[in-house]
């Protein structure tokens, strides 16, 4: 009779989870499952709705539903972390189950002190089953009633049953209540520490995750559970990736090559530059007035700016200091333009061409090799050689945007060729040239050089005698617009840039020798 009540509660039980479980895993409703895309039906992921690439997952609860990789893995935590839930809860319910069973005390009617009886009945026995200590129990007790010693007995003691040291009682009318009870409660904990024991867990270790007491592979990245689909890492093929984490660590690899790709050109700019002096310093280049004065035998020793001031009656011209700008003259300066001046009969110049004019191979190393070439070959060496070579070669770095720009809103050769989808080569050449040169005299007869300057571009082809000049270069060549930009504001770059300013002195200096050797 009484394994039938037990059977019976557990089944009645059963029932309960099957019921309460059922209405737990209630699970969604997919609408739809797929939208037009410029007149294409496509299929749609059925957690964020939106289109499915090529790679897609099969959901766990239902095979019929597509999912991408991120929503595959999103679904898979939250799993997870509701089966967590429902444990922790579990174990909660089974706490309260426990503390109750310690607070219920048995108080049968005709039955007290069964405890004493009990403990002096099992004290010499070993422990048995729970099912064999109940039905013992019960056997002894309708003994005792029918001897009529039921009022003799102390409560029983549970000893004997694997629960919870404390005293069970419970407050009922009848001895069928109690027990019934008392069995409700034993069989849901045990109900309790059973589904416990089932619950999903997941423990990481290595790249594997145990979910729902399966073992799947996790990534080695996001340490989630991997798809049907997974990629290989490339530095270890024993590690499985998802695709966006195989995309993220292709992105970072890429991002790492191309910064070891820049600090090894940066290095090999900084050794060439080293290599050839490439590099304006103006501290210890630019010359200063009083040494050129003590070298020509300057009565006036000027410390600062010096100008030059014409004698009508005399036809000489001497040297006096000045707090104006535009009538500075540096001395050395003028000293090689009138040298240059005398013997060549004509102004400074420098150009920077490619080796061979570039008949060499592309392919050659020795084809981006560039050769300076002064006129006169002597300029090679001396301060307006430099200053013409540094202020060439930083004109080419900032056309080509090696320096940001001096000038907010100029763009480089490079940018403006890439803005009007140009993707064919070409090649050009540009430089400095003085758009116009006068002298004028002041009134307390101060000479004054005046000048505008300005930078030409034209394009270039490859002859039979290596790069020329094409016939017609268009005007929206690229690097014929950074040449107007930068003639446009070519006075605020030389303010900005010392090298360029420097340059226009040596401008200033040549159309100087070239008025005193014309005007006798």
Not at 74 to 85: A, G, P, S
Not at 191 to 199: F, L, M, N, S
Request: hydrophobic fraction near 35%; aromatic fraction near 6%; proline fraction near 4%.
């Amino acid at each position: 009779h009484e394994a039938v009540k037990i059977g019976a509660l557990r089944a009645e039980l059963a029932a309960d989870n099957a019921a309460g479980q059922h209405v737990d895993n209630s699970t969604g409703v997919a609408c739809g499952g797929s939208v037009v895309v410029d007149g294409e039906t496509v299929l749609t992921c059925q957690q964020c709705q939106l289109p499915l690439g090529e790679l897609v997952y099969l959901d766990r609860a239902c095979e019929e539903k597509l999912l991408h990789g991120e929503c595959n893995a999103r679904c898979m935590l939250h799993k997870l972390r509701t089966d967590e839930q429902e444990r922790k809860h579990r174990e909660l319910k089974r706490d309260e189950i426990r503390r109750a069973l310690g607070s219920l005390r048995l108080e049968s009617r005709g039955v007290s002190g069964l405890d004493h009886a009990a403990s002096s009945m099992f004290a010499a026995e070993a422990p048995v089953a729970p099912e064999a200590a109940l039905s013992q129990y019960n056997k002894r007790l309708e003994e005792a009633r029918e001897a009529g010693k039921g009022e003799e007995f102390p409560s029983f003691s549970r000893r004997h049953f694997p629960q919870p040291s404390g005293k069970i009682a419970a407050e009922a009318g009848s001895d069928e209540t109690v027990k019934t009870g008392v069995l409700r409660a034993e069989l849901a904990l045990d109900t309790a520490v059973g589904q416990r024991a089932d619950d999903s867990k997941r423990v990481a270790c290595g790249g594997s995750v145990v979910v729902d007491g399966e073992t799947v592979l996790a990534c080695q990245k996001c340490q989630l559970p991997l798809g049907e689909l997974v990629y290989l890492d490339k530095t270890d093929e024993e590690k499985f990736l998802h695709g966006e984490c195989k995309a993220q660590c292709m992105l970072l690899d890429l991002h790492t090559d191309e910064q070891k790709r820049k600090r090894g050109e940066l290095q090999l700019k900084k050794s060439r530059r080293e290599e050839f002096d490439i590099g304006w310093t103006p501290v210890g280049t630019i010359p200063s007035n009083s040494v050129s004065a003590g070298r020509l035998g300057c009565a006036v020793m000027p410390k600062g700016m010096c100008c030059l001031v014409t004698d009508k009656d005399s036809s000489t011209v001497s040297i006096a200091p000045t707090f104006e700008p535009a009538a500075a003259m540096n001395l050395e300066y003028l000293t090689l333009a009138l040298q240059v001046r005398r013997t060549e009969g004509r102004e400074p110049l420098f150009s920077l061409d490619p080796a061979e004019n570039g008949k060499l191979d592309r392919e050659d190393p020795e084809a981006s090799m560039m050769v300076k070439r002064f006129e006169p070959d002597w300029l090679a060496g001396t301060s307006v050689g430099e200053v013409m070579f540094q202020a060439d070669y930083h004109l080419k770095e900032l056309s080509f945007g090696e320096y940001d720009q001096p000038v907010v809103g100029m763009k480089s050769c490079l940018e403006y060729s890439e803005n009007d989808g140009e993707g064919s080569e070409w090649s050009a050449r540009e430089w400095f040239v003085v758009r116009k040169a006068e002298v004028h005299v002041s009134d307390d007869q101060v000479l004054i050089p005046y000048l505008k300057m300005g930078v030409e571009a034209r394009e270039q082809i490859l002859g039979d005698a290596g790069l020329e000049d094409a016939p017609i270069t268009r005007p929206d060549h690229p690097l014929v617009r950074y040449a107007e930009i930068f003639t446009h504001n070519f006075d605020l770059i030389a303010e900005r840039k010392s090298v360029v300013s420097q340059l226009r002195e040596v401008a200033k200096a040549s159309i100087m020798a070239k008025f005193l050797l014309e005007s006798g």
